[in-house]
């Protein structure tokens, strides 16, 4: 009850009608019970808390850049909402907010761009939301949302707000002439659906939810239940079992499709590492490889990777499908083991595979810090082999020309924040052309990944890049749905007509 009396007497709604109250005291008991009125509100705003409510607000430490308060505001909002909704069956709910890729765009606008658009989004959330709900900073690139309890709010209503709100950051932001395009993903719990009936309990909720939900990013939504709790419980992997699983063939290479713009024709697959675990299911590289990376094991993974997608190449061919060659990134270990070149040599020997269908495939900020060393003389022997050269995540790494070319680059992979909505934007369409016409200069091929619409597919045809890659043309597929899949791409491309002679 005493929740109830002050969320009355204290919030907003008492401005509005402080003047109704005053009118109607002095209507029924005369200037006596006006001064009593205007004596006794006061008094029990004060014995509410109403007075150190302010004070907490105006003295509450807020981030720097966007205004908000910090992660200590959202877990005193979620305590009072929660114990608000135990005493008189509201309903609440905590949303998590983080922008995804966002060191990347740090990394190509700039700090002073990165803080604009912490600014924007934090406008942009505020608009959303109703003046009582509580908004903070938790993180460089992350928000979030205590909702004030609401008389109802279901799974269906939630899911409906965290659109909004994806929605409404993902508009663009301009900056200087720069129209500069992001992704959001959101997390959120209801506070029916905690596993704890606490303030804590539900933030963490949430915060499973939002990781869950950068799994799948870009622009995805999750909400929490208790199958992801299971899950996020089993996420927990051991050094010596993820080793264990490169040995036995749990983690191996699922291919995604690269196509020619011009003809249509599938160009190769890129080799992705995946696991499925016998109990658990699928693993998220995420989560997996930094655990193999930290055992040492990436140069073990380098070498399965290659031989099953080898052997993946080898057996289209003897299938008689046309799959020109497989693309396999080659981590930094890798990349430094004197014995690479002769190894690679052997496993083309042993397959009968010719080097050039394979395509190795760098990271632009191994080319953008490595000097003349162990790296660069095997990229090059790799080269000189007959192997491809592509340059992975090109426009976040630096790279300058006289690497590229130091490097024996032959093809360049445009970055996914090129691509997103290259077909709605000039400053994109201008920054691809501009990658392009760079390349073309230099002689090298190019291949755009994360096409996600066939807006984009068309627009980069347009613009002239050789390739395209990314979920709007085919999501990484086990070897065994390759087979379905090069069918009936070749289905879909019409073969030239023939022109034939006549006898005059």
Same mark, same amino acid.
């Given at each position: 009850?005493?929740? #109830? ?13 402080l003047?109704?109250?005053?009118? @109607?005291?002095?209507?029924?008991g005369?200037?006596?019970? +006006? ?5 006794? %509100? ?6 509410l808390?109403?007075?150190?409510? %302010?004070?907490?607000?105006a ?19 979620a305590? /009072?909402?929660?114990?608000?909704? +135990?005493?008189?069956?509201? &309903? /609440? ?5 983080a ?8 990394e190509?606008y700039?700090r002073t761009?990165?803080? !604009? ?18 908004t903070c ?7 979030g ?11 269906e209503?939630?899911? *409906?707000?965290?659109?909004r ?10 900056l200087d002439? /720069?129209?500069?395009y ?5 997390g959120f719990?209801l506070?029916?659906r905690?596993?704890?009936?606490? @303030? ?9 939810? +939002?990781?869950?939900?950068?799994r799948?990013a870009?622009s995805?939504i ?10 996020? #419980?089993?996420? !927990?992997i ?6 264990a699983?490169?040995e036995?063939g749990?983690? *191996?290479p699922h ?7 011009d003809?249509?024709?599938? /160009?190769?697959?890129?080799a ?5 675990h016998p109990? #658990?299911g699928?693993?998220?590289p995420? =989560?997996? +490889?930094?655990?193999?990376?930290s055992?040492?094991k ?8 290659l031989?099953?997608s080898?052997?993946?190449?080898r ?10 060659g ?6 930094? =270990?890798?990349? #430094?083991?004197?014995?690479?070149? =002769?190894?690679?040599?052997?496993e %083309? ?13 760098? %990271?632009e900020t191994?080319?953008?810090?490595s ?5 660069? $003389?095997n ?18 790494? *630096?790279?300058?020309?006289?690497s590229?070319?130091r490097?024996?680059?032959? $093809?360049?992979?445009i ?5 997103m909505?290259? =077909?709605r934007?000039a400053?994109?369409?201008?920054m691809?052309?501009?990658?392009l016409?760079?390349?073309e $200069?230099?002689?090298l ?11 984009? !597919?068309?627009m980069?045809?347009?613009?002239g890049?050789? !390739? ?9 597929m086990?070897?065994?749905?390759t087979a379905d ?5 070749? &289905?879909?491309?019409e ?9 005059g």
């Open positions: 009850m005493r929740l #109830r009396l002050r969320r009355m007497l204290i919030g907003p709604q008492t401005l509005a009608f003047p109704a109250i005053a009118l @109607g005291a002095f209507w029924l005369g200037e006596e019970w +006006l001064i009593a009125t205007a004596l006794g %509100l006061p008094l029990a705003f004060g014995l808390g109403g007075f150190s409510t %302010l004070g907490a607000q003295l509450r430490p807020c981030d720097g850049v966007t205004g908000l308060p910090l992660r200590g505001s959202l877990e005193t909002a305590r /009072t909402t929660m114990s608000g909704t +135990l005493s008189d069956r509201s &309903a /609440t709910a905590c949303f998590m907010i922008i995804d890729d966002f060191d990347v765009t740090t190509r700039g761009a990165a803080d !604009h658009i912490l600014q924007k989004s934090a406008d942009r959330i505020r608009s959303v939301l109703r003046d009582q709900d509580v900073r938790i993180g460089s690139a992350s928000f949302i205590a909702l004030a309890p609401v008389m109802r709010l279901d799974i209503s939630a899911i *409906h707000m965290a659109s709100l994806q929605a409404a950051l993902e508009e663009p932001v301009v002439n /720069t129209v500069i992001i992704s959001v993903s959101v719990c506070g029916s905690a596993p704890d009936p606490s @303030g804590e309990g539900l933030i963490a909720a949430a915060a499973t939810a +939002l990781a869950e939900a950068s799948n870009p995805a999750r909400s929490y239940s208790d199958e992801l709790r299971r899950t996020e #419980r089993s996420r !927990h051991f050094a010596d079992e993820a080793a699983a490169l036995n749990e983690i *191996h291919f995604q499709p690269q196509v020619s713009t003809t249509g024709r599938i /160009t190769g697959f890129e992705l590492a995946r696991w499925n109990e #658990r699928p693993i998220a995420m =989560d997996f +490889l930094p655990v193999l990376e055992a040492g990436l140069a073990r993974l380098g070498e399965v990777m031989s099953r080898l052997t993946a190449l057996a289209w061919d003897d299938a008689g499908l046309d799959v020109p497989v693309a396999v990134n080659f981590s930094p =270990d890798e990349l #430094r083991n004197p014995k690479l070149i =002769d190894y690679v040599q052997w %083309l020997d042993r397959f009968d595979l010719a080097p050039g269908r394979l395509s190795v495939e760098v %990271l191994v080319i953008a810090a000097p003349e060393d162990v790296v660069a $003389r990229v090059n022997g790799l080269a000189r082999l007959g192997c491809r050269i592509d340059l992975d995540d090109f426009g976040t790494g *630096h790279a300058s020309i006289a590229i070319r490097f024996a680059v032959q $093809r360049i992979k970055d996914r924040s090129f691509v909505k290259v =077909d934007d400053e994109q369409q201008r691809v052309a501009a990658i016409t760079m390349a $200069r230099l002689g091929d190019t291949l755009a990944e994360g096409v996600e619409t066939p807006g984009e !597919h068309a980069l045809a347009q613009l890049c050789g !390739h395209v890659q990314g979920f709007g043309l085919g999501r990484p086990p070897f065994e749905a899949w090069i069918r009936a791409q070749a &289905a879909t491309v073969d030239p007509p023939r022109i034939t002679g006549g006898n």
